[in-house]
């Protein structure tokens, strides 16, 4: 099992979760986050730090987000790793909660 980055992330991209993550498999894009599935070795550090609450276990994902599982694993192979918490967007409070955002996702 692997850790997905969902529909919340997207415009929030809040890097909390990258700082804790002992193997290095996030990737970041320009306002999102992915984990690398080959690389994720399932630690649950991750989702706890997400203020989003943008990180699950793929058995966990809510209903309408499995998606997400391919979207995460085709984004992590093109993007660069990122292993250093940055600041957050200046509007991402503002994007926090709203749903289907996915249209919105800048690769």
Do not use: S
């Not at 276990?57 to 984004?75: M, S, V």
């Amino acid at each position: 099992m692997t850790y997905v980055v969902v529909d919340n992330c997207i415009k929030c991209k809040y890097t909390d979760c990258v700082e804790v993550c002992p193997v290095d498999c996030f990737h970041e894009g320009p306002n999102f986050l992915a984990i690398d599935p080959e690389e994720c070795i399932d630690c649950t550090l991750c989702e706890p730090e997400c203020p989003a609450e943008a990180v699950f276990a793929e058995d966990d994902l809510p209903e309408g987000q499995e998606h997400f599982i391919a979207l995460n694993e085709e984004l992590a192979k093109i993007w660069p790793v990122i292993t250093e918490q940055k600041a957050a967007p200046t509007d991402a409070a503002e994007w926090d909660g709203k749903p289907n955002k996915l249209e919105h996702l800048e690769r």
